[in-house]
Each structure stands twice: as C-alpha cells, then as structure tokens.
T-cell receptor, first 118, second 113 residues
Framework: EAQVTQNPRYLITVTGKKLTVTCSQN?????MSWYRQDPGLGLRQIYY???????DKGDVPEGYKVSRKEKRNFPLILESPSPNQTSLYFC?????????????????FGAGSRLTVL | GIQVEQSPPDLILQEGANSTLRCNFS?????LQWFHQNPWGQLINLFY???GTKQNGRLSATTVATERYSLLYISSSQTTDSGVYFC???????????????FGQGTILTVHP
C-alpha cells in the first residue's frame, strides 16, 4: 500500500532531550516536506526537500533540522526541544510525475505525530 | 512571505446545502492547492489550481490569479464533507506545483444530517 509512515505517532518528552521523528514513503517520491499544525494557525511548513541531499527552509524552521540521505526517508530532528514545539506534526511527499483526476501533483500526508514537550 | 486568509473561519450547514469557501492571498503565486482534513486528522489533497476552474464530483474550485483569490464550492453537502478545508499557496521557481507552501488558517465545516 502506497503510504507515508511517521513514527512515533505520540510522544511526551522533556525540554532539552533530543528527539527524532521519522518519515518514510514507499512511492519513490522526489519531494518530501514537514509541517506543524497548531490551533488557529493552520499548517506551517518547517522544511522541504526536492530530492536527495536537497533541502530548504519553510516558514518556521527554527529549532528543527532535517536530512535527506535517502529518497524514501526524511527525518525531523529536534536537537533541544522546548515547550513551544508542542504540536501536531505532519510529513508529506509528492512526485512531479503523479497526478490525480483533479490535476494535482498529489501531496500524500502521513497520519501525524503528536508531540508534547514538558 | 505570502499571507493567506481564508473565510469564513467556521461554517455550519444542513445536509444538501451548498457552500462557498474563500482563500485570499497577498502576492502572485504559481501554486495553489486545496486540502480537506477529516475529523480524524487525515489530510487529503483536493485540487491543484493556480488559475482557472476545475471540478471533481460535487466539488469545484476557481482561482482568479489576477485578483489573488480562490474559491472552493461544495454542492449538495454531505456529513462526510465535515472537517477543515485548507488553502495553500506557493511561488516556486520553475512553476513546479510543490516546494515552499504557505497554508491558510482553514475553514471548519460542520454538516448536520
């Protein structure tokens, strides 16, 4: 089944304890991206990657790192988490070749990772 | 960066009613997408529509790029249409349909049976 898999789905941690949220897709997509969702703010893009070893900042990159060493994986790293990074995180992927009936290059989202930093 | 405003913030409908959701953006874009987030949190891409009009079943979308707005129409609404609708825009090099994306705050739609 074509999908984007995020882990962990839920995590409670403490300030300053490094953590990694993994994201993996099995669709051979070139593009991957990370978003955070907060009440009243919609989704905000953290980082995106157009292909292996190509990453760029979104609107809210501060406090996050990413890497794209392999096409299928795009982990999100919080080196020193703080309470303001408590949020719902989504990973997504897309291919420039794939379209759906409504003409979009379908952005496929993972199920989300709910992170709480105490 | 580009600012995106969606209206209305909340919308409550009876099943069968029609609705129009609006997305205003502050700058020229070459990427505009509509998404639906269902009550379980799942996000689904509905349309890629940087300009023009598209239809998919009961849903259609129109973007007037010169006036910097897009509209999402839902006809004969059903309870399964409930959730949050997001508009996202970008101005990416080469006219690619993905890259940096800025989302609006969303419209929360509730459809009652």
């Amino acid at each position: 089944e074509a999908q984007v898999t995020q882990n962990p789905r839920y995590l409670i941690t403490v300030t300053g304890k490094k953590l990694t949220v993994t994201c993996s897709q099995n669709m051979n997509h070139e593009y991957m991206s990370w978003y955070r969702q907060d009440p009243g703010l919609g989704l905000r893009q953290i980082y995106y990657s157009m292909n292996v070893e190509v990453t760029d900042k979104g609107d809210v990159p501060e406090g996050y790192k990413v890497s794209r060493k392999e096409k299928r994986n795009f982990p999100l790293i919080l080196e020193s988490p703080s309470p303001n990074q408590t949020s719902l995180y989504f990973c997504a992927s897309s291919s420039r070749e794939r379209t759906n009936r409504s003409g979009a290059n379908v952005l496929t989202f993972g199920a989300g990772s709910r992170l709480t930093v105490l | 960066g580009i600012q995106v405003e969606q209206s209305p913030p909340d919308l409550i409908l009876q099943e069968g009613a029609n609705s129009t959701l609006r997305c205003n953006f502050s700058d020229s874009v070459n990427n505009l997408q509509w998404f639906h987030q269902n009550p379980w949190g799942q996000l689904i891409n509905l349309f890629y529509i940087p300009s023009g009009t598209k239809q998919n079943g009961r849903l259609s979308a129109t973007t007037v790029a010169t006036e910097r707005y897009s509209l999402l129409y839902i006809s004969s609404s059903q309870t399964t249409d409930s959730g949050v609708y997001f508009c996202a825009v970008g101005a990416n090099a080469g006219g690619t349909s993905y890259g940096k994306l800025t989302f609006g705050q969303g419209t929360i739609l509730t459809v009652h049976p």
